[in-house]
Every structure is written in C-alpha cells, then in structure tokens.
C-alpha cells in the first residue's frame, strides 16, 4: 500500500526529499505521517499531513527544517528535508490512515511502508 524512497547518504547541512506513494485507494479523507527510528531508539514522530486541508504538523526537533507536502494526483506524500544534522540519521518511515487522528501517535496509523534509510554524516 506504501512505497517509502529517496533515502541516501548526504553530508550535514545538505538536503533530500523523501516520497512516499500509495497504492490502491485513495487516502483522500485522511491523515499520513512520517515517522523516524535511528539505532537503539524508539520510532518518533517527524511530520504529517491531513489530506482535505493541508493541515501540517511537525516535532519540534524539525520545524523550520522540513516540510511535508502532497500531491493529491500522485497519491503521493513528500518530505523535504534541508539543513540535515547527523541526529536526522535514521530510518523513515511513511504511515498512512483513511481517518482522522493525532499526528504524532503511532496508533493513529493502520498502514506502514517498508522504510527508507537516511544517514547524515557529519
């Protein structure tokens, strides 16, 4: 249902945009999200998206840094990424669903992508 990519490796202060597609029915009356696990920790939230509105949200660790985006046509979710720091290093994960709920909760989500590792090297 999800195809989380665009991860790589990027030097500090450098950019990458991460997409995540899904598949099969529209996710147009929800919410999706992206979440983050670096090594030893916990998944944290980083940002999401309400599909009807646009209403954003972001963890403090990462305002003013990345912007999530969509595109309702694609069926497509963005993560733009800039001013990347080695603490961003982790992997991404894309979460999607066809309700409302809280951003930042890993409950709120029925379907997950696969992953997509991203590691900023200092």
């Known amino acids: 249902q999800l195809q989380a990519s665009g991860g790589g490796l990027v030097q500090a202060g450098g950019s990458l945009r991460l997409s995540c597609a899904a598949s099969?029915?529209?996710?147009?009356?929800?919410?999706m999200g992206w979440f983050r696990q670096a090594p030893g920790k916990e998944r944290e939230f980083v940002a999401g998206i309400r599909w009807s509105g646009g209403i954003t949200d972001y963890a403090d660790s990462v305002k003013g840094r990345f912007t999530i985006s969509r595109d309702n046509a694609k069926n497509t979710v963005y993560l733009q990424m800039n001013s990347l720091k080695p603490e961003d290093t982790a992997v991404y994960y894309c979460a999607a669903t066809y309700y409302s709920g809280t951003y930042y909760r890993t409950l709120t989500y029925d379907y997950w992508g696969q992953g997509t590792l991203v590691t900023v090297s200092s």
């Open positions: 099969g029915r529209t996710f147009d009356s929800g919410v």
